[in-house]
């Protein structure tokens, strides 16, 4: 028996151990590839989390320090997401994390985090690889909500060998485009950096039930190797949101708008340079204390190069959803969604995709959990190339976690996602499952 495998063992007996006691529930990760459980999700900046941190941590005089480590023993039974002779693995995936704020004045904060991954497989080690990120912001908070925030996120990153899917794994988790290698197709290992920054302003609320914010981000995305340079790009995004209260109903509503402009750095791949505009209209219903009704829509378009032989677009997203609180520690939140969404190729072969799922979720004193059960469907506009068929997918997915925390300075977790997906064409089906226990310290 290999080392892994005694290490998953000797997890599973503690985590069952551990269960035995009275539990309750956690932060939520909603990926349908465990290996997307990482960065992202985790370093999104939050102002009440960074003054927690100013109060309840260790302390170096005013300065906030939360070093933190998670360990989780995997098993995947395709971890290249083949749609046939899938190949099976266990790893081990070390989290190692560094947060630091710093108050410079009353008006004035600062923090800084580092997250390292580092992925060690039994068997497949074409697949061990370290992941790391660089975050730091300097925010500024004023009387009457009117705050401004710089950042700046640099990552250094491996996408593993592994068939290439679209809203799956590491191209999702990274916001890449499918097209720039293709969906449903085998890719090597890629190393790549991607820095991302960006500067957001909340105007100062000067009429009663009004919110008022401008963003802009900029994402540059650079391949090390000579195989992928023709895929570097440049994004610029500019966006602009308004939000009204209604405080009788109580309605919320928000709209503005999103342009960005994409910019790819090969001369080769300049006719894939490319126009977004977005105009998001989100409208949310709080029809009573357990009750709330939500509403997303999204209306873009994309605009080429004359020269350019991709074929402009025009989309739309409308979701839908309700969630209901069942009682002070649970919910339950059903939502469906349904699409015209653009894959950029020569013709520009649109499809719609329709999604709908329920999810639970619970969450104790020491026990948090949810369980996502969902189905989607893609259906392209067109045939696709010259085989005269048209790509129809269906895919069921279920995501199962439950975190035990019996005290603040440690947890325990239990992590089950299920994929299956049947394509038109034999390359994009695919079926996986993957288990996860981990634990985690957090000081």
Not at 137 to 164: C, E, M, T, W
Not at 243 to 270: C, H, M, W
Not at 315 to 329: K, T
Request: glycine share 6%.
């Amino acid at each position: 028996m290999g080392v892994k495998y005694l290490r998953f063992i000797l997890l599973l007996v503690f985590f069952s151990a551990a269960y035995r006691y009275p539990c309750g529930l956690s932060e939520e990760i909603d990926v349908d590839n465990y290996e997307m459980n990482g960065l992202s999700a985790a370093s999104k900046f939050n102002i009440m989390d960074e003054l927690s941190l100013l109060y309840n941590d260790i302390h170096i005089g005013p300065v906030g320090i939360k070093p933190s480590y998670q360990v989780n023993e995997i098993y995947d039974d395709n971890v290249y997401d083949a749609a046939e002779e899938e190949v099976s693995d266990l790893y081990t995936l070390h989290r190692p994390s560094l947060l630091i704020a710093a108050p410079f004045s009353d008006y004035l904060l600062s923090h800084f985090k580092y997250d390292v991954e580092i992925y060690d497989y039994e068997h497949e080690q074409e697949r061990d690889r370290v992941n790391q990120s660089w975050e730091g912001s300097l925010g500024f908070y004023f009387a009457n909500d009117f705050s401004f925030v710089l950042s700046d996120r640099f990552r250094k990153y491996v996408i593993p060998p592994g068939v290439q899917r679209r809203f799956f794994g590491d191209i999702d988790e990274l916001d890449i485009p499918v097209e720039d290698q293709g969906p449903n197709v085998f890719v090597g290992r890629r190393d790549l950096t991607t820095n991302f920054a960006s500067f957001e302003m909340d105007f100062p609320d000067f009429f009663p039930n009004v919110d008022f914010l401008i963003r802009y981000n900029n994402q540059d995305v650079s391949y090390q190797k000579d195989e992928f340079k023709s895929d570097d790009y440049n994004l610029d995004t500019l966006g602009a949101i308004i939000e009204y209260n209604y405080p009788f109903l109580p309605v919320k509503v928000s709209s503005g708008f999103v342009y960005s402009i994409q910019r790819y750095d090969a001369e080769t791949s300049k006719n894939r340079d490319n126009y977004k505009n977005d105009i998001p209209l989100n409208i949310s219903w709080t029809i009573n204390q357990k009750n709330e009704i939500y509403l997303n829509t999204n209306y873009r378009t994309s605009k080429y190069k004359k020269q350019s032989n991709i074929e402009n677009f025009e989309g739309w997203d409308v979701v839908l959803g309700d969630r209901y609180l069942i009682n002070p520690v649970s919910s339950i939140e059903i939502y469906g969604e349904r699409s015209l969404k653009e894959q950029r190729q020569a013709n520009n072969n649109s499809y719609f995709y329709t999604k709908v799922g329920i999810k639970y979720i619970n969450q104790h004193d020491r026990i948090d959990g949810y369980l996502d059960v969902y189905y989607w469907n893609m259906r392209f506009a067109e045939s696709t190339g010259t085989s005269g068929v048209v790509e129809d997918v269906d895919s069921f997915h279920v995501h199962l976690n439950v975190k035990y925390r019996p005290q603040k300075w440690w947890f325990a977790e239990f992590d089950y996602s299920y994929a299956n997906r049947d394509n038109t064409f034999d390359s994009g089906d695919l079926l996986k499952n993957a288990v996860s226990l981990g634990l985690g310290l957090t000081f």
